[in-house]
């Protein structure tokens, strides 16, 4: 069946570091790829999606790029910031009118 | 403005007493769905509806019932809760063909079930 695989927390960095939260999956056909955040307290919220092939999602400075050939869709931000503190999920949407499917979920924290 | 409303936001119960937990969304979205959420778990799918009168089950619908008889309502019914019902659940809807491949899901902003 169809799965997302993504690196377990917590992630503690300090401001203005790199973030990488590596997300992998297996689907059958072409999937579309999210990420969603969730801060605390709060339901869960789009990030940014691709939805082929080679295509790049972004939004507030975060980045990910679909890659097809490793099965792939890793998070990237150039220089956090403590304000992206949360809960980060990679998901999934593979066939139509099918449910979608989520990681487990990275904790990220960023220390001022 | 444009939400996915749950209620209760905070819910404690005894085994085996019936609760119903309240989603209805305004953006006149086709598809809604029931999530919960556990730690090291992630979010697991329990019911979807692609439309009035139409549900299908998620990864754990087992203990759960959903019905949908309006677009905008999608109840969530635990006819006979148990402690292992004990968890953060998410209401979510989007929109377009029954959630379609691209289509964005919008939470709701929780309820948290406790259950003795």
């Known amino acids: 069946g169809n799965s997302v695989t993504q690196m377990e927390g917590p992630v503690t960095l300090s401001e203005e570091a790199f973030l990488t939260i590596n997300c992998t999956y297996t689907a059958t056909g072409y999937p579309s790829l999210f990420w969603y955040v969730q801060y605390p307290g709060e339901g869960l919220q789009l990030l940014l999606k691709a939805t082929k092939a080679d295509d790049k999602g972004s939004n507030k400075g975060f980045e990910a790029t679909y890659r097809k050939e490793t099965t792939s869709f890793h998070l990237e931000k150039g220089s956090v910031q403590v304000s992206d503190s949360a809960v980060y999920f990679c998901?999934?949407?593979?066939?139509?009118?099918?449910?979608?499917?989520f990681g487990p979920g990275t904790r990220l924290s960023v220390l001022p | 403005e444009a939400q996915v409303t749950q209620n209760p936001r905070y819910l404690i119960t005894v085994t085996g007493k019936k609760l119903t937990v309240t989603c209805s969304q305004n953006m006149n979205h086709e598809y809604m769905s029931w999530y919960r959420q556990d730690p090291g778990l992630g979010l697991r799918q329990i019911y979807y509806s692609m439309n009035v009168e139409v549900t299908d089950k998620g990864d754990v619908p087992e203990g759960y019932k959903v019905s949908r008889k309006e677009k905008r309502n999608f109840p969530l019914i635990l006819e006979s809760p148990s402690p292992n019902q004990t968890s953060l659940y998410f209401c979510a809807s989007s929109f377009g063909l029954a959630g379609g491949l691209q289509e964005t899901q919008y939470f709701g902003p929780g309820t948290r079930l406790l259950v003795l």
């Open positions: 998901a999934l949407s593979a066939t139509y009118g099918q449910n979608f499917v």
